[in-house]
């Protein structure tokens, strides 16, 4: 479990809001999640989403197409998603520790561990 605190600056244009958007990381988060905002990049090549969760708290995910990897995309998107945010709130993320490349791009974005969780989902 990382979290981050909210960002004063205003999306740099990289991100936009297009709910629906027809993608898997929507739907399972739209599943789990309430007040669930997805936004895409203007070339569709990834997807960032919020919502609330667990206690209400804000949370984010994001996917990267394979081919936009690499390049440093995911720590502008995830700054961009903090900017979304009041500065006085916090936004958390789940990230499996053997994701490096996502966690990698959570820290660079000034994500800090805070803990682990596990989520017991019934039917």
């Known amino acids: 479990m990382l979290a981050a605190p909210g960002l004063p600056d205003p999306p740099d244009g990289l991100l936009r809001e297009s709910l629906p958007v027809e993608h898997a990381r929507v739907?399972?988060?739209?599943?789990?999640?309430?007040?669930?905002?997805?936004?895409?990049?203007?070339?569709?090549?990834?997807?960032?989403?919020?919502?609330?969760?667990?206690?209400?708290?804000?949370?984010?995910?994001?996917?990267?197409?394979?081919?936009?990897?690499?390049?440093?995309?995911?720590r502008r998107l995830l700054l961009g998603a903090r900017s979304l945010i009041p500065e006085d709130d916090v936004v958390f993320a789940q990230v499996a520790p053997g994701n490096a490349a996502s966690l990698r791009a959570f820290l660079a974005a000034g994500f800090r561990p805070i803990g682990s969780e596990v989520l017991f989902l019934t039917s």
């Open 27 to 74: 739907s399972r988060a739209e599943r789990y999640r309430e007040q669930v905002a997805a936004y895409t990049t203007v070339n569709g090549e990834a997807v960032v989403v919020l919502g609330r969760g667990l206690a209400g708290r804000r949370e984010v995910n994001l996917e990267i197409d394979e081919a936009a990897r690499g390049r440093g995309l995911g």
